[in-house]
Nanobody, 125 residues
Framework: QLQFVESGGGLVQPGGSLRLSCEAS????????IGWFRQAPGKGREGVLC????????FYIDSVKGRFTVSRDNSKNTVYLQMNNLKPEDTAVYYC??????????????????WGQGSQVTVSS
């Protein structure tokens, strides 16, 4: 099983920023498609965005376009989710996940086999 350590969540006011980190352990992260998902209270897990093996990103939620970006630092074996201009509706537990097969992104959580422990992001004044 591939393992991740997530960090960077917390409480932020509306309009603020957070950067989530997802550090891979025991495997080379750039060889996998990495997705970011979130789950708000009482809701199902939804895809946010993804970075493919080639480094391209795909968005799955229109409302985060222009505010969220995903990046990868191969030297640190870490993927980042930069979240700017946060809104209360962004409040959720955020997860990174690895898709072991294929080169392309997907917004379907069922296709990802390995998951981080989750980071709580709370946007509130």
């Amino acid at each position: 099983q591939l393992q991740f350590v997530e960090s960077g969540g917390g409480l932020v006011q509306p309009g603020g920023s957070l950067r989530l980190s997802c550090e891979a352990s025991g495997f080379t992260l750039e060889n996998y498609v990495i997705g970011w998902f979130r789950q708000a209270p009482g809701k199902g897990r939804e895809g946010v965005l993804c970075i493919s093996r080639s480094g391209s990103q795909t968005f799955y939620i229109d409302s985060v376009k222009g505010r969220f970006t995903v990046s990868r630092d191969n030297s640190k074996n870490t993927v980042y989710l930069q979240m700017n201009n946060l809104k209360p509706e962004d409040t959720a537990v955020y997860y990174c996940a690895a898709k072991r097969t294929g080169y392309s992104c997907s917004g379907y959580a069922e296709l990802y086999e390995d998951w981080g422990q989750g980071s709580q992001v709370t946007v509130s004044s």
